[in-house]
């Protein structure tokens, strides 16, 4: 996926949060938290979640809201179109960016 697309599908469904809720993502984007390879605190994983966390809970807003959401595959696709690599600097890299689209 082009970046470019990415950032489109990413703002998005970002849009569709209230804005306490971007806040509350973008506050644990900005602490470090958001990781693609983590079902609590990827992009869907922070979405699902009424209270974010960094401990495992078991899931289940993971699966619920990808159950509800079938386009939820499109944007965690996404999302991953974020990183330039599967470093630690790509994941920072990501993090960045998301901060940015979900901001503007
Ligand atoms: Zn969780």
Redesign the pocket.
Known sequence: MELQEARRIVREFCSQWTTQKCCEVLAFAEDGKMRFDN??KCLI?VAS?NVL?DE????Q??AIFKYDNLDSFGVESAYWSLHRDDSPQGEHQARRDFQFIAKS
Request: hydrophobic letters at 0%.
């Open positions: 079902r609590c994983g979640s966390h495992y809970c078991g899931e807003h993971y």
